[in-house]
């Protein structure tokens, strides 16, 4: 595969995973203002779990399988590929049909171990989907083995579309038989979501059949391997990948249970409670999502960028990516914390309109906390990213882990403290990854031997934003005494983006260098340098 492909194929994945994270992200504003935060709370209580049992299933071997089956193929023996996807297919199948029939005949339990009964529904449509994903993933990691990305975009994206609009649909539909009805029709989307994604990359792969057994037809004779040789090297692969990608689904799928028990405990009802948890996981969280659209792109450019060099053994080039992907990171991180901490409550008012003024104030103090995460978790994904460029994705795992169990800790005794309630369960997902990052960090120094240049990499960008939050905190104060509170907060939005942008330049927090990690940086990096606002 050359260079040029494997950019572009790498592009047309980022693009796919950017644009089903926005979509996504709309999905839950606009199934906030059919559901409500009470809706919102049955609907956000089976993910943990669904993304739970889809980490067990499926995270690790789709990798597994595009891994083996590339190398099968550069060997020329495209038998071996082909007979290695369909021993992996029947295992995902059985996965599937295992965990979807699971969920469907264990929903009333699951219902009530996560002390919200009303969320029945949800779990019931959420089965389907257990079953189709594990499938649609067999065939992706197959495509990604043979080098096609383009059926996994599309199929991530036909998934999401479905979901999106059959959720929608069913949840306004359903919505006059009750909350707890409309929020199964919501969740049932992803089962729709998860059908089409499947049957659009099933289309795909007939499609180039004749071509496979073509390939098939002139593949090198190498000898069978046995059944048991490729389940070995499948779950080598999978396993480490799996458990990494089981961790915050464990983590959120044992908040869920904690949040919902120590709620009831001080004295809230089972619906208050339900709608508590909707306004942290329904409302907060999904504007603490938004920013990391951009986080995850540069971290996903981050992973080859490290391992080039590593492979090359160019340890300063190394250095000099850490520090700027620290300090990227960071200038994400800082601003979206802060900006959202100093409008919490107006960008609630501004993107959940709809809903009550308690329940807009109730999440806007809960967003307040919640948004400092971002400063941790962004440097999460960044430190993340460079340890799997150096080839040791494992420690990640564990620090995220501890991070994990400090968090279940916390959320258990701060929720059951009447004067904190839900907002402990936010306060412990910032010190969780408050935790990951820092022991990320220790681990990326001592593998790097990378000095950190403290006034490029924290500085300059703390002053820049500190002016950016002076800029926007007046503006807002002002403008909302004159005009329509919204649109006070839509242009204190727009000043702070200008003000932090100028910032950013005026202080050569960002260079020329940065843009080359962020897809199609090089183009933006050499119009602003001939223009002469960029420095290198």
């Given at each position: 595969?050359?260079?040029?492909?494997?950019?572009?194929?790498?592009?047309?994945?980022?693009i796919?995973g950017?644009l089903?994270?926005?979509?996504g992200?709309?999905?839950?504003?606009?199934?906030?203002?059919?559901?409500?935060?009470?809706?919102?709370?049955?609907?956000q209580?089976?993910?943990?779990?669904?993304?739970?049992?889809?980490?067990?299933?499926?995270?690790g071997?789709?990798?597994?399988?595009?891994?083996?089956v590339?190398?099968?193929?550069?060997?020329?023996?495209?038998?071996?590929?082909?007979?290695?996807?369909?021993?992996?297919f029947?295992?995902?199948?059985?996965?599937?049909?295992?965990?979807s029939l699971?969920?469907?005949?264990?929903?009333?339990?699951?219902?009530?171990?996560f002390?919200?009964?009303?969320?029945?529904?949800?779990?019931?449509?959420?089965?389907?989907?257990?079953?189709?994903?594990?499938?649609?993933s067999?065939?992706?990691?197959?495509?990604?083995?043979?080098?096609?990305?383009?059926p996994?975009?599309?199929?991530?994206?036909?998934?999401?579309?479905?979901?999106?609009?059959?959720?929608?649909?069913?949840a306004?539909?359903?919505?006059?038989r009750?909350?707890p009805?409309?929020?199964?029709g919501?969740?049932f989307?992803?089962?729709?979501?998860?059908?089409?994604?499947?049957?659009?990359?099933?289309?795909?792969?007939?499609?180039q059949?004749?071509?496979?057994k073509?390939?098939?037809?002139?593949?090198a004779?190498?000898?069978?391997?046995?059944?048991?040789?490729?389940i070995?090297?499948?779950?080598?692969i999978?396993?480490?990948?799996?458990?990494g990608a089981?961790?915050?689904?464990i983590?959120?799928?044992?908040?869920?249970?904690?949040v919902?028990?120590?709620?009831?405990?001080?004295?809230?009802?089972?619906t208050?409670?339900?709608?508590?948890?909707?306004?942290?996981?329904?409302?907060?969280?999904?504007?603490?999502?938004?920013?990391?659209?951009?986080?995850?792109?540069?971290?996903?450019?981050?992973?080859?960028?490290?391992?080039?060099?590593?492979?090359?053994?160019?340890?300063?080039?190394?250095?000099?990516i850490?520090?700027?992907?620290?300090?990227?990171?960071?200038?994400?991180?800082?601003?979206a914390a802060?900006?959202l901490?100093?409008?919490?409550?107006?960008?609630i008012?501004l993107?959940?309109f709809?809903?009550?003024?308690?329940?807009?104030?109730?999440?806007?103090?809960i967003l307040?906390?919640?948004?400092?995460?971002?400063?941790?978790?962004t440097?999460v994904?960044?430190?993340t990213?460079?340890?799997?460029?150096?080839?040791?994705?494992?420690?990640?795992?564990?620090?995220l882990?501890?991070?994990?169990?400090?968090?279940?800790?916390?959320?258990?005794?701060?929720t059951?403290?009447?004067?904190?309630?839900?907002?402990?369960?936010?306060?412990?997902?910032?010190?969780?990854?408050?935790?990951?990052?820092?022991?990320?960090?220790?681990?990326?120094?001592?593998?790097?031997?990378?000095?950190?240049?403290?006034?490029?990499?924290?500085?300059?960008p703390?002053?820049?934003?500190?002016?950016?939050?002076?800029?926007?905190?007046?503006?807002?104060?002002?403008?909302?005494?004159i005009?329509n509170?919204?649109?006070?907060?839509?242009?204190?939005?727009?000043?702070?983006?200008?003000?932090?942008g100028?910032?950013?330049?005026?202080?050569?927090?960002?260079?020329s260098?940065?843009?080359?990690?962020?897809?199609?940086?090089?183009?933006?990096?050499?119009?602003?340098?001939?223009i002469?606002?960029?420095?290198?």
């Amino acid at each position: 595969m050359t260079k040029e492909n494997f950019l572009k194929g790498a592009a047309i994945l980022g693009i796919a995973g950017v644009l089903v994270k926005i979509i996504g992200s709309v999905y839950r504003i606009t199934l906030l203002y059919i559901l409500t935060d009470i809706g919102m709370g049955y609907y956000q209580t089976v993910y943990p779990l669904y993304n739970l049992l889809l980490a067990i299933s499926t995270a690790g071997f789709p990798v597994a399988v595009a891994k083996l089956v590339a190398e099968k193929r550069a060997l020329g023996d495209y038998k071996g590929a082909h007979r290695l996807f369909k021993i992996t297919f029947f295992g995902f199948l059985f996965a599937g049909i295992t965990t979807s029939l699971f969920v469907l005949l264990r929903a009333n339990y699951l219902s009530h171990l996560f002390k919200n009964k009303d969320a029945y529904y949800s779990f019931i449509a959420i089965s389907p989907a257990l079953m189709f994903v594990p499938i649609m993933s067999a065939f992706r990691g197959y495509f990604q083995g043979r080098q096609t990305m383009v059926p996994t975009a599309v199929s991530q994206l036909t998934e999401q579309l479905f979901r999106v609009v059959i959720g929608l649909v069913l949840a306004y539909q359903f919505l006059e038989r009750g909350l707890p009805l409309a929020a199964g029709g919501a969740t049932f989307g992803a089962s729709a979501g998860a059908l089409a994604g499947t049957i659009v990359i099933m289309i795909i792969y007939l499609s180039q059949r004749r071509y496979i057994k073509q390939e098939i037809k002139n593949s090198a004779d190498y000898p069978l391997e046995s059944l048991n040789s490729v389940i070995k090297k499948v779950l080598l692969i999978a396993i480490p990948i799996t458990i990494g990608a089981a961790i915050v689904p464990i983590m959120n799928s044992i908040d869920v249970a904690i949040v919902m028990r120590r709620l009831q405990m001080i004295g809230f009802t089972e619906t208050e409670a339900n709608g508590l948890y909707g306004r942290l996981a329904g409302m907060a969280q999904t504007l603490i999502n938004l920013p990391q659209v951009l986080s995850t792109a540069l971290a996903m450019s981050l992973v080859p960028a490290v391992s080039a060099a590593f492979a090359k053994k160019n340890y300063n080039k190394i250095t000099r990516i850490t520090r700027s992907g620290i300090r990227i990171m960071l200038l994400i991180g800082l601003p979206a914390a802060l900006g959202l901490y100093i409008l919490s409550t107006p960008i609630i008012e501004l993107v959940y309109f709809a809903s009550k003024p308690e329940v807009q104030q109730s999440a806007g103090s809960i967003l307040a906390i919640l948004s400092f995460s971002l400063i941790f978790l962004t440097l999460v994904q960044s430190l993340t990213a460079i340890m799997q460029g150096l080839g040791k994705p494992m420690i990640p795992v564990k620090n995220l882990a501890i991070g994990a169990v400090v968090k279940v800790i916390l959320t258990y005794i701060l929720t059951g403290i009447p004067e904190i309630g839900v907002k402990g369960a936010a306060l412990s997902t910032v010190v969780a990854y408050l935790v990951a990052a820092v022991l990320n960090f220790m681990a990326v120094v001592k593998y790097t031997k990378t000095s950190l240049n403290f006034i490029n990499i924290f500085l300059k960008p703390i002053i820049s934003v500190i002016l950016m939050v002076v800029f926007v905190k007046f503006s807002y104060v002002f403008l909302s005494s004159i005009i329509n509170s919204k649109i006070a907060t839509i242009i204190s939005i727009v000043i702070g983006a200008l003000v932090y942008g100028s910032a950013l330049l005026a202080t050569g927090a960002i260079t020329s260098r940065d843009f080359e990690l962020l897809p199609g940086g090089k183009k933006i990096s050499k119009v602003l340098g001939a223009i002469g606002i960029l420095r290198e």
